[in-house]
């Protein structure tokens, strides 16, 4: 069946780089983008940006340019996710989820356990 | 971007009654909403694509409706297990936006 499976919470401090990772299983990975959004604590989701895998093709919110990296690796069905100079304000959960049709207008139907990210000194 | 605006933000409902959740669009946006549900400490799940096309495997309880700017998530007979936050997100145009959720409580 479809999983996406999320690497370990991560504790890093201000100034520093984290890349998290999103594996896919159950599908032909290079089929459908995934997606990443941001949720902070209590707070609602924000879209950071996707990658497909079929075409290396990106896109990123606006808000997330120069801050958030999305690269792959094909052989192990994984995307990553880079965020760079990291702030308190990067303190979230990070999901990935699978874009669940091939055409626009996208919904998400299947979604990571998330990453808990802590950008603390 | 497309701002939705979830209203409540808390919704408190006894075990069998029906409810709904507003979703409301800054512009019109088609039938381009999903709804998604979000336990605690879990991921979201989708719930509703399309505006109103049900999901395999999500109980047939739930269902969605409208189009344009206004969009309805109903739940026909609330149970125990259905507490949780309940999200609209839009695709009709980049970036995908989320609504700001509105928490259900069970009396």
């Known amino acids: 069946q479809v999983q996406l499976q999320q690497s370990g919470a991560e504790l890093v401090k201000p100034g520093a780089s984290v890349k998290m990772s999103c594996k896919a299983f159950?599908?032909?990975?290079?089929?459908?983008?995934i997606e990443w959004m941001k949720q902070n604590h209590g707070k609602s989701l924000e879209w950071i940006g996707n990658?497909?895998?079929?075409?290396?093709?990106?896109k990123y919110n606006e808000k997330f340019k120069g801050k958030a990296k999305l690269t792959v690796e094909k052989s192990s069905s994984t995307v990553y996710l880079e965020l760079s100079r990291l702030t308190s304000d990067d303190s979230a959960v990070y999901y990935c989820?699978?874009?669940?049709?091939?055409?626009?207008?996208?919904?998400?139907?299947?979604w990571g356990q998330g990453t808990t990210l802590t950008v603390s000194s | 971007d497309i701002l939705l605006t979830q209203s409540p933000a808390i919704l408190s409902v006894s075990p069998g009654e029906r409810v709904s959740f507003s979703c409301r669009a800054s512009q019109s946006i088609g039938t381009s909403i999903h709804w998604y549900q979000q336990r605690t400490n879990g991921s979201p799940r989708l719930l509703i694509k399309?505006?109103?096309e049900s999901i395999s495997g999500i109980p047939s309880r739930f269902s969605g409706s409208g189009s344009g700017t206004d969009f309805t998530l109903s739940i026909n007979s609330v149970e125990s297990e259905d507490i949780a936050d309940y999200y609209c997100q839009q695709s009709n145009s980049w970036p995908i936006t989320f609504g700001s959720g509105t928490k259900l409580e069970i009396k």
């Open positions: 159950g599908y032909t990975f290079t089929t459908y983008p």
């Open positions: 989820a699978r874009r669940g049709t091939t055409v626009v207008a996208p919904y998400f139907d299947y």
């Open positions: 990658f497909h895998p079929y075409n290396d093709d990106t």
């Open positions: 399309y505006a109103s």
